[in-house]
């Protein structure tokens, strides 16, 4: 019952780990690909959705005033989270660890460096147009 038990909690805390990687990555590198880069500002994110989304002069304007105004704010929260997520992720990986043999601990090493670079070198999938062959 002890060991089903803790394979578990090795396998939630995998999960958390990859669903808290998954957030940050999203989040804090989108600039990989043409999106947006983080920290690019209103007039950064008007730009990519005008692109993206066609934008007439008049829209692309309006939503940068949306993002310009609502900016400092995003900032400041994403300021507060984006600590606790890297805390949440260094003690999840912690744990994780302590779970593993010194060799399931190097691979575990190299699994999430190769998972880092795979997703820092992956092109942006484009999720507004259709692919070809669908209308």
């Known amino acids: 019952m002890l060991g089903r038990s803790r394979t578990w909690a090795v396998a939630l805390l995998a999960a958390v780990f990859l669903a808290g990687g998954a957030a940050g990555w999203a989040?804090?590198?989108?600039?990989a690909g043409g999106g947006p880069r983080p920290g690019g500002g209103p007039d950064?994110?008007?730009?990519?959705?005008?692109?993206?989304?066609?934008?007439?002069?008049?829209?692309?304007?309006?939503v940068r005033a949306v993002f310009a105004r609502h900016h400092a704010e995003m900032?400041?929260?994403?300021?507060?989270?984006?600590?606790?997520?890297?805390?949440?992720?260094?003690?999840?990986r912690t744990e994780v660890n302590a779970q593993l043999t010194p060799?399931?601990?190097?691979?575990?090493?190299?699994?999430?460096?190769?998972?880092e670079?795979?997703?820092?070198?992956?092109?942006?999938r484009d999720t507004t147009s259709p692919k070809p062959g669908q209308h």
């Open 75 to 92: 900032q400041s929260i994403w300021g507060g989270v984006r600590p606790r997520l890297d805390s949440l992720r260094a003690a999840v």
């Open 103 to 115: 060799e399931q601990r190097t691979r575990y090493a190299r699994l999430l460096a190769d998972l």
């Open 44 to 62: 950064a994110i008007a730009a990519y959705l005008g692109r993206r989304l066609d934008l007439t002069q008049v829209q692309r304007e309006s």
């Open 27 to 31: 989040l804090g590198k989108r600039g």
């Open 117 to 124: 670079h795979q997703h820092d070198e992956r092109p942006r």
